[in-house]
């Protein structure tokens, strides 16, 4: 009984992330944490490399973001083997571990080779952080 309720709470989680990605992606509004910190996050590019896949430009897909094949199948997984990809338990920690680890490495990688001034990984000179900071600057 509780691990039915974690799972439609943890459905309902994905299904209001996935509505609220779908707003800002409608709106136009960009990455919010860059909008924040100034900083690319681990999903900056993703958006402009499924756009590129769309139009069959793989090269330009991989470029924007190199893991932009993952998120469809995993959020597809989500769905279809709700108790996870296998039926050892620790099978699926690893897995998800070393999904982890892949998405922290790839990004560390493009941040090192890419950030401050290659987009996608370009830093947002007019972030919310930089405008606090500046307010805070002007009263001292
Ligand atoms: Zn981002």
Redesign the pocket.
């Known amino acids: 009984m509780f691990q039915k309720m974690e799972r439609l709470t943890f459905r309902r989680l994905i299904t209001l992330l996935l509505a609220a990605a779908g707003i800002l992606l409608l709106l136009d509004v960009?990455?919010?944490?860059?909008h924040i910190t100034g900083i690319?996050?681990?999903?900056?590019?993703?958006t402009r490399a499924h756009l590129a896949a769309l139009r069959l430009d793989f090269r330009a897909a991989f470029w924007y973001h190199p893991l932009w094949f993952l998120p469809l199948p995993l959020l597809a997984g989500q769905f279809l083997f709700p108790n996870g990809l296998f039926r050892n338990k620790k099978w699926n920690t690893g897995l998800s571990i070393v999904l982890l680890i892949l998405v922290v490495g790839v990004y560390g990688i493009r941040m090192f080779l890419y950030f401050p001034d290659t987009p996608?990984m370009e830093y947002q000179p007019n972030n919310l952080l930089h405008w606090i900071f500046s307010l805070i600057q002007g009263i001292l």
Request: charged share 10%; proline share 23%; aromatic share 8%.
């Open positions: 960009g990455c919010l944490f860059r690319p996050c681990p999903g900056c590019g993703m996608p």
